[in-house]
């Protein structure tokens, strides 16, 4: 094993439970306009319609969160209530990063056996601030912040490191950005599911049929799985 | 000579136009509000104040300009008017790339000799969106979409791709950005002046004093500069 990659949102810290906190603030704000049920549909068609364009992270949602607003009020929307979307939104941008259970302790063990990187997807200064906010950036030797995970994308970043994929390692909470791509092109995956997973992350049984990847219910027990893998195959 | 690295906005193609005219379209929506002068100042100081927490880029950019709305407004804006601006903000991740005159033949030429990269500071997707608009991906080794250009990043990048600053050269518009950090740790540096230059990125004579780089007035003579340059020292 050459690289060992690890997923950031979800799987080193918690991320999630930040969106959907903001995601029910603006429920709140908006609750005299519409039902939660109508905005939360009408939000996740917004954000996906805007991933296009906009891409993941922060600014995005926020920008998606106040097109929402407006598209739901029939533009009746004041300004002022658009600053309060945008001061919840902001809370995104600098949340106190809370590192996942056993992470501390994993990397420590793994950093001194191999090189490890950060490769996350999402917004470039959103994501380096999360890496400098959890403390954790001194365990790893690379960070690569892409904007779509997928197989083109993880054969640029094998690549660029010039690593054969049966010498990469990918672990991460998403089936679909950090083990089914990866798996496709012949490399290894460790899926080690979040509480809570954005729907747009979610794949199907069928797209699982056959497919070859290992699922840890915490990150501690990959300790155990790399004991006896050599750090330089 | 081992890597030579451009700046992409208003190095290979055009970029500040579109900023400023969009910035002039929210004049013209917020003309029955507030002038344009006061306008201005009070979007550029939200601009700035932003930059810490939203980085570079269209969206933070499209942000700002709801914000500074807002402020100007006292809040009295509609959600409509706001999405007049957010509609004409989506404008600059989507506008047609117009390549500088010479560049697609510099890049031509000196992607058969040099290691390329472009390099450039912003939003990642709509870095990566621009250089694929471009058409002019293909003459780059590598990219890399970096959160700020200064001596740190710049160190970063060298050792990354293990590159000594005295075999590096930084091609770019922006004295600020592109000149004087890489000067600083011992790069080489070219600066290739635009039409115009956004204030954030001017610096003063007192910070020129004593650096040492070559300014040229179109991208052209680059060619009859880096005629005598070996590819690897």
Redesign the interface.
Known sequence: MKLIAFDADDTLWANEPNYIDVKLKLCELLSHYVSEETLSQQFYDSQIRNLA????GA??F??SM??T??EL????????E??QI?DVG?KL??FPIEVLDGVNEVLEILSKRFDLMVLTKG????Q?SKIARSGLGHYFK?VE???EKNEQAYERILQ?YQIQPADFLMIGNSLKSDVLPVVHIGGRAIHIPYETTWAHEMVTDEQLTGKSFTTLSNVRELLGLLETVNEQV
């Open positions: 364009v906009f891409g993941y600014k995005s926020m920008l106040i097109e607003a407006i009020t029939n533009g009746a929307i004041t300004g002022s658009i600053q945008i902001r941008l600098d917004d470039l200064f959103d380096e690379h912040i892409i904007s660029k």
